[in-house]
């Protein structure tokens, strides 16, 4: 089940064509990456999902209906370039934005003491936002973004200004809002946190979708069959047609070694070849990084292009 | 709440609670009826010390024509005493020297007044006036004198310019009912260029802060946020219609400090008989006024009708202006590059505040006719001519053209707004911010 799909969303400004037939498809419950470098449509992708413009053609699907307008008040939306007013103060600046968001001030008021109490910064209700440090007013954006209780939680680059710290605590927050059954659509250059967060992914790259899935389906293809064995040896000197070895690091009693197969070779068969003659102690494949999907999958698409 | 109420409260009372907001509200009418009356009262009270002034008259035929008064004392003293004698002292003994070395009927520029200090202009048309009317005399002496004119002639010329030659225009309107009844033209003229200031005042400070909250919201990022839940046309309406009612509260409380000032004011003694006594010494060829005509006259004017336009034309130059103002607010990054855009938009409103100044010497002339039916000039040209009294049809069609305009221009203001908070980086050209309006 689809929380939202997006179908050959096609944006034109003046002569920059932003998204070029774009569709994506996140699963309910689930955190989804957005990928891609600077200026690929991202943030333009992002702000037609929540209406802030509207594409030329392609259509939104949220819960497989049409997107209507009552569906905005289902989103929270923490955009890239986010700020809050410096002179209002942090408690009725929050209100201000919940009740936009069409909750009730009883409500609203409810939840924000949860939230307040939750992040720790019940103290912070009658400061002014001018006052507080740039990390202190990104945890009140995120809690203006999330107050609502809204089923999808949009984030563009939600750890960009985050010390480590804090942006364990946003992560965690994730985690659990995905627990909770609400769909993460979450915009981010951080691969780690890709790796950690997301289930599934699409990479934008000049106006298209290059890459769409599930993570670690993404990373199984990318793969370059290259299994790393620890061996109870002093040295590997096996030799054969199938496979080709690409380091060898001596430690100790044992030694790791990179080895590189033949696509046809199944692992366990590689495994029983090596087992037959060296102790093994552990053995691993290297799944490529997010890092590494990405730029490969970026610089060959620019290649396939020029 | 829906969120258009909920934006408005907040544009609303963030602005009316702020400390500079209500200080400058209660001290504004203060101060100004502080400017109106501090120079009249202080006009009242007298220069303590007489001032001397010394006469040195070659001719002796003038100095006996000074007499001194309460401010001033001439002390003639005789030609033999030169003015060296008694230029050392200037300053310290007396005042001035006024020196007259020939005949002035014959070389009337042989008078100087020489002084240290700046000679009052009271003093100066004192004395030209002593002077001019003793020359009048001496020449209708030679004429006389001459013979060839008959004596009689001579003394009813004389009684003629003795009585002068004072001539008050009373200016008079019918209303339709064809009575006639007393104006003042100079009243009108007041009335009509206090409400142009303020409107003019108005739309720019109002204006203004309605380009500085597109802005601040724009460079705080948190403009982003707000139409992903909120239409941007909502977010729009919302700042303007908020604004505008913060400047018409203000307005509010303004008419009623100001009235209830006045009226304290008028109630006091001092002030009302200083004020009608003062006016006469200022200026002596006006008529002397006293308060009751001041309030028949006050009276003539259609405090109602002025007030109902003033607020109808507010309300459209404001609305007018304020979503040509957003539009730039939003159109660029930051405050710097507002110049740029703010130029023309400042000429044109500086020219309608002049056009509406000059309305006064002519309120039915092309000048004033033209700029009335112009949305960007009529809220406050149509300001300065309707305390004159104008037909009902002009002041119609000018509410109808402005109001038809204010939607027009805020239509295409919603449009560019709509698109401009979300740009962020260069300063955008004219031509690309019309490109923008065709944005889906």
Known sequence: MYYLETKDIVKQYAEHLALNGVSIAVPQGSVFGLLGPNGAGKTTLIRIITRIIAPDSGVILVNGRPFSGQDVYRIGYLPEERGLYKKMKVGDQVMYLAQLRGMSRKNAQTELTKWFRQFNITNWYNRKVEELSKGMQQKVQFIATVIHNPELIILDEPFSGFDPLNADIIKNEILRLKNEGKTVLLSTHDMESVEELCDNIALINQSKVVLHGNVFEIRNAYRQHVLRFRLFSDDFEMENESFTVLSKEKKHEYIDVRIQKKVEMENTELIKLILNTYPVISFEEELPTMREVFVSAVTSQSIKDN | ?440
Request: proline share 4%; glycine share 6%.
């Open chain 2, 1 to 440: 709440m829906n969120t258009l109420g909920l934006i408005i409260q907040r544009e609303y009372s963030s602005r009316v609670t702020k400390k500079t907001f209500i200080l400058f509200t209660i001290f504004m009418p203060v101060l100004f009826l502080a400017l109106a009356f501090v120079p009249l009262w202080l006009s009242t009270i007298k220069d303590s010390e007489i001032k001397k002034i010394v006469v040195i008259d070659h001719t002796g035929i003038y100095a006996p024509e000074f007499k001194s008064t309460d401010d001033y004392r001439f002390e003639i003293v005789g030609k033999a005493d030169e003015s060296a004698n008694y230029t050392p002292r200037l300053g310290k003994d007396f005042f001035a020297i006024l020196q007259i070395t020939d005949d002035l009927s014959k070389k009337p520029q042989n008078v100087f007044l020489i002084s240290e200090k700046q000679v009052p202009m009271s003093l100066l048309k004192n004395i030209e006036k002593v002077l001019s009317e003793k020359v009048t005399r001496q020449k209708l002496d030679e004429l006389s004198a001459s013979g060839n004119v008959d004596a009689q002639t001579i003394v009813k010329v004389r009684h003629i310019i003795e009585s002068g030659a004072n001539v008050s225009v009373s200016t008079l309107r019918l209303n339709k009912e064809g009575e006639t009844f007393a104006s003042s033209s100079m009243l009108s003229s007041i009335v009509g260029i206090a409400f142009t200031l303020l409107i003019y005042i108005f739309l720019m400070s109002y204006g203004g802060m309605v380009m500085q909250a597109v802005l601040e919201e724009k460079r705080s990022r948190i403009v982003e946020v707000l139409v992903s839940s909120v239409k941007p046309v909502n977010l729009l309406i919302g700042k303007i219609v908020g604004i505008g009612l913060v400047g018409l509260t203000q307005l509010f409380i303004w008419a009623l400090l100001l009235g209830s000032l006045t009226m304290v004011l008028g109630i006091l003694p001092v002030f009302s008989n200083d004020a009608a006594t003062s006016s006469q010494l200022m200026n002596n060829s006006m008529q002397p006024v006293n308060m009751s005509e001041i309030v028949a006259m006050f009276q003539t004017i259609n405090w109602l009708e002025i007030i109902l336009y003033f607020i109808v034309f507010f309300i459209g130059g404001y609305v007018l202006y304020a979503s040509i103002f957003a539009m730039i607010g939003a159109s660029v990054d930051n405050e710097q590059d507002t110049q740029q855009f703010m130029m023309p938009i400042t000429i044109i409103l500086l020219f309608a505040f002049y056009a509406g100044f000059y309305s006064i010497e002519n309120p039915d002339g092309p000048l004033a006719f033209w700029c009335s039916f112009i949305p960007f000039t009529s809220p406050v040209v149509m300001m300065v001519r309707i305390p004159f009294g104008i037909p009902a049809w002009e002041k119609i069609l000018s509410v109808i053209i402005l109001y038809g305009s204010f939607v027009v221009i805020s239509i295409f203001s919603a449009k560019i707004y709509r698109v401009g908070i979300l740009m962020y980086g260069k300063k955008p050209t004219v031509k690309e911010i019309i490109k923008w309006a065709k944005y889906k």
